[in-house]
C-alpha cells in the first residue's frame, strides 16, 4: 500500500512508510534531531524530538501500521515524518508507555479514553532546511485520510519546552487536554478529534 499524494511543494510526496529504505530514513531524521544530539541554542531556535526509537521497533510499527512520511523526490531523501504507534505495542518503549497509562485514564467529551479507538503520534519531525513550508500540515492531513476511518481520535504530547512544537500542532487541529510530567520534564497531552 503506497498511497503517493503531493503537496503544494514542489518535489515532496507525502505517503506510506513501507519499504526498509524508508524506515532507515526516519531513522536518520530521528537521530538527527534527538534532543541529546543538538546545542540549547537549536533547540530553543529549531526544536527537537525526544523519544528515542531503535530500528527495530520503527520497522515493528509498520508491520501494525505504517508511519507517514514526507519526502523530497529530488534526492529520494525522507525529510518528514508523523510515526504511528498503536496502543498493541505497549511495552515496548518507557515513554510511550507512560503515555498510554496516561491517556487511559482520561476523558474526553464525556468520553473515557481507554474505551475510545486512538492512534498517537509516536513523533514528528521535519527536517531543517524545510520548515515552514506546511509539510506538518501535508504529514497530518494525510495522516487522518489514511487513519480516521478506523481511529476516533489521534493523541501525542509535547515537551513544553519545546514551544515551536505545540504551535505547529495546534495549526495541525490539535487541542490540549491534559499535562504530564515525565523525567523532569513537563508535557502537553494533546488531541485531534476525527469525528
Given at each position: 500500500m503506497n498511497n503517493n499524494n503531493n503537496n503544494n511543494n514542489n518535489n515532496i510526496s507525502i505517503s506510506l512508510a513501507i519499504t526498509d529504505d524508508d524506515i532507515k530514513g526516519i531513522y536518520e531524521l530521528h537521530t538527527l534531531n534527538?534532543?541529546?544530539?543538538?546545542?540549547?541554542?537549536?533547540?530553543?531556535?529549531?526544536?527537537?524530538?525526544?523519544?528515542?526509537?531503535?530500528?527495530?521497533?520503527?520497522?515493528?510499527?509498520?508491520?501494525?501500521?505504517?508511519?507517514?512520511?514526507?519526502?523530497?523526490?529530488?534526492?529520494?531523501?525522507?525529510?518528514?515524518?508523523?510515526l504511528v504507534y498503536e496502543k498493541k505495542l505497549y511495552g515496548r518503549h518507557v515513554l510511550l508507555d507512560d503515555l498510554i497509562?496516561?491517556?487511559?485514564?482520561?476523558?474526553?467529551?464525556?468520553?473515557?479514553?481507554?474505551?475510545?479507538?486512538?492512534?498517537?503520534?509516536?513523533?514528528?519531525?521535519?527536517?531543517?532546511?524545510?520548515?515552514?513550508?506546511?509539510?506538518?500540515?501535508?504529514?497530518?492531513?494525510?495522516?487522518?485520510?489514511?487513519?480516521?476511518?478506523?481511529?476516533?481520535?489521534?493523541?501525542?504530547?509535547?515537551?513544553?519546552?519545546?514551544?515551536?512544537?505545540?504551535k505547529a500542532h495546534m495549526k495541525s487541529n490539535f487541542q490540549i487536554i491534559h499535562t504530564i510530567s515525565f523525567d523532569d520534564n513537563i508535557f502537553d497531552v494533546i488531541l485531534w478529534d476525527w469525528r
Amino acid at each position: 500500500m503506497n498511497n503517493n499524494n503531493n503537496n503544494n511543494n514542489n518535489n515532496i510526496s507525502i505517503s506510506l512508510a513501507i519499504t526498509d529504505d524508508d524506515i532507515k530514513g526516519i531513522y536518520e531524521l530521528h537521530t538527527l534531531n534527538l534532543k541529546q544530539n543538538l546545542s540549547q541554542e537549536e533547540r530553543k531556535k529549531e526544536g527537537f524530538v525526544t523519544a528515542q526509537y531503535q530500528l527495530q521497533l520503527l520497522t515493528l510499527m509498520k508491520d501494525y501500521n505504517p508511519s507517514i512520511i514526507a519526502k523530497d523526490m529530488n534526492n529520494n531523501k525522507v525529510i518528514g515524518y508523523a510515526l504511528v504507534y498503536e496502543k498493541k505495542l505497549y511495552g515496548r518503549h518507557v515513554l510511550l508507555d507512560d503515555l498510554i497509562d496516561t491517556i487511559d485514564k482520561l476523558t474526553y467529551n464525556g468520553n473515557n479514553l481507554c474505551n475510545c479507538n486512538y492512534l498517537i503520534v509516536g513523533q514528528l519531525c521535519v527536517a531543517k532546511g524545510y520548515r515552514g513550508l506546511g509539510i506538518v500540515e501535508d504529514l497530518y492531513n494525510y495522516y487522518k485520510e489514511i487513519y480516521s476511518k478506523n481511529y476516533e481520535y489521534l493523541i501525542t504530547d509535547v515537551a513544553r519546552d519545546n514551544p515551536r512544537s505545540l504551535k505547529a500542532h495546534m495549526k495541525s487541529n490539535f487541542q490540549i487536554i491534559h499535562t504530564i510530567s515525565f523525567d523532569d520534564n513537563i508535557f502537553d497531552v494533546i488531541l485531534w478529534d476525527w469525528r
